[in-house]
């Protein structure tokens, strides 16, 4: 029996992943394709760089050859356009039509509902920073399997700045909040099935306060801090509740509960999609 095979499209244009690092983050390719491992032990986790305008694609026979794709988030914007845009839809809508299955964090579930007919747009209420508060699960979500062992209104880390503004045909919404209509949704499109959050489980707290310290002059002028002072107390409490998770008074100050903190309720949807999606495909397939 070989072993399962994954492949995770990272978002990001190299100059984004080098600024990150640069802040003491994670790749986003790397985290995903460390948590991937984690939940799907023995597994062979390759990556992508559509957001590289040089780097080459795979094409449709090799990515009908993995079990399951999951896309990382991203700092672009697809109304922007460009090759490190296009490049992403069309790589997308091409794992759509090889019907292994698919699952994207906040850009991931962007650029899928950009490839199957939907539009996107800047949020009019801003950006949502730190933590989706108050997700609700549509009636649809409360019976659907990514949901498996997660409450009906719970929190998520979170940054992004973009919404889907129009679902693409065969999309249904699992979850929403205040900010945000589609918090969540499965699309289904030749023959494909497409688990997508506009949140991101997959992120630990420092990564939250490595973007924030990336991003930090733009948050001052959005309102969110007062000065560089007040985004470094704040990155600064985020890594200090990642190392201990059980710290009180960080948790209490900054409203972060349990569905966050606990990391097993935090990556409930990546587990519930390998669960569910990936390792059923891989059995009809033949591989398992």
């Known amino acids: ?17 080098a600024e990150h690092i640069a802040v003491g983050g994670t790749a986003a390719h790397k985290g995903y394709s460390d948590l991937l491992r984690e ?25 009908e050859g993995y079990d399951g794709i999951a896309i990382t988030g991203s700092s672009l914007h697809i109304y922007d356009g460009g090759p490190s845009v296009i490049r992403q839809i069309d ?8 019907g ?16 199957t007919g939907g539009n996107v747009r800047k949020n009019p209420k801003g950006r949502e920073l730190g933590f989706s508060r108050g997700i609700r699960l549509t009636q649809a979500g409360r019976r659907h399997p990514m949901y498996v062992g997660k409450l009906e209104v719970f929190n ?20 929403s909040n205040e900010m945000s209509d589609v918090q969540s949704a499965e699309i289904r499109t030749n023959g494909s099935v497409a688990w997508a959050v506009q949140y991101h489980p997959e992120y630990p707290l420092r990564e939250i306060a490595a973007i924030v310290r990336r991003i930090g002059t733009r948050l001052i002028k959005e309102g969110f801090f007062r000065d560089t002072r007040d985004i470094q107390t704040f990155a600064e409490d985020l890594d200090t509740l ?4 059980g710290c009180k008074r960080l948790s209490w100050l900054h409203g972060i509960s349990k569905n966050v903190l606990d990391k097993k309720l935090r990556v409930g949807e990546v587990a519930n999609w390998i669960e569910f999606q990936v390792l059923p495909t891989r059995v009809k397939r033949g591989r398992g």
């Open 1 to 17: 029996m070989s072993s399962p095979r994954l492949l995770v499209i990272e978002g990001n244009s190299p100059q984004t992943l």
């Open 39 to 63: 939940l799907m032990p023995g597994a062979i986790v390759d990556t992508c760089h559509p957001g590289d305008p040089t780097a080459t694609l795979p094409d449709g026979q090799s990515l």
């Open 91 to 98: 790589l997308v809508r091409t794992a759509l039509e090889t």
């Open 100 to 115: 292994t299955p698919l699952f994207g964090s906040c850009w991931g579930l962007q650029v899928i509902v950009a490839a």
């Open 156 to 175: 998520a880390p979170t940054v992004h700045l973009d919404e889907v503004e129009t679902l693409p045909p065969g999309t249904t919404v699992l979850a």
């Open 242 to 245: 990642d190392r201990d998770p």
